[in-house]
């Protein structure tokens, strides 16, 4: 039997994790990685190696595959397009457009009867910027509107900064309400075939506004765990998911929860699901992909897990004695750049 291709836009650890999900249902994979080396590369059949932007790579890559995903989505649409137009997508391009701008996604969410995100401001120039974030008390993060990931792209802004970008085009940012929550946790959505699913909250630890670690089972109320899956399903069916999407949320301190941002693919907060559950988020979104019926994830474990960022990746052999380890297999160690991460489990 000819087994069909899965092509995934990106080849950095969602998209490895992708791969090895794809491979135990059969499937064979073809990555489309913008770098030459990427940590998909060997756990994927085929690759392609180019410019997202590259439409006769990507007519290429379309070809090629039967079905398709995405491991980020900072990926030009036109090039969701050129695929969508020739082949089925999890997730559609209209979902991935909502969700690789911060304002469309902002106002997308707020759009929602009952849901609220942060409250943030756009900006034209400076003088407005200024007036803003003084009229925040300095009490805001400038969040380019586009290409931002773990915190890059953003700025806390005080009195003493502010002029430092005073030539940036302020159309390409918002101005962000700084928010003294209480928690962060996120909530995974799966839906496709009808059906919709989800991971109970985790909840999550930022450093310098980078993921540290996410813990299973969060430590919050049940009702405000119930209310952050309800919102969460919401918004999936709002958005019309098919696949995966992860929602993060703050849970601020009178338990009101509001809306941080999406992702509509895999999430590192939902990595857990790979050593505490019967089916991880990667193999949840491969049964959207194949159209097979999905079923609220078993859990057997309480679970944590740490990010290795940077050089704490030279610890991974000591931390392998003790606990399960993922290596990312980048190239190179850079400073907070996710390396690998580990389990605890309990
Ligand atoms: P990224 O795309 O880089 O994950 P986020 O908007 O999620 O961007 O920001 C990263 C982290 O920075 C958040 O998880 C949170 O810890 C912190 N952060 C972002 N926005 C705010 C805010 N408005 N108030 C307080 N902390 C914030
Ligand atoms: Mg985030």
Redesign the pocket.
Known sequence: MNSKYLGIIGGGQLGMFTCIAAKKRGLKTLVFSDSSEFSAKRFCDEYITGDFNDLEKVDLFAKKADFFTIETENIPLKTLKLIENEKKIYPTSNIVRICQNRLQEKKFINSIKGIKT?DYYELNNFKEFEEKAESLNFRC?L?SKES???????HRINRENLKEFKNIYFNDYIL??????EK?ISVIIVRGNNQIINYPPVE?V?KK?I?RESFYPAEISKEIASHSVELAKIIAKEINLNGVLAV?M?VLKDSEVII??LAPRPHNSGHWSMDACNESQYDNLIKVICDENLEMPIISNKCKMINLIGDEYNKISELKEKYKCYDYFKKEVRNLRKMGHYIILE
């Open positions: 942060t993060i969040k931002g990931y773990d915190g890059k792209g953003q962000e309400k700084f928010v003294y929550f962060e999550n930022h506004s993921l993060e703050f941080n941002e």
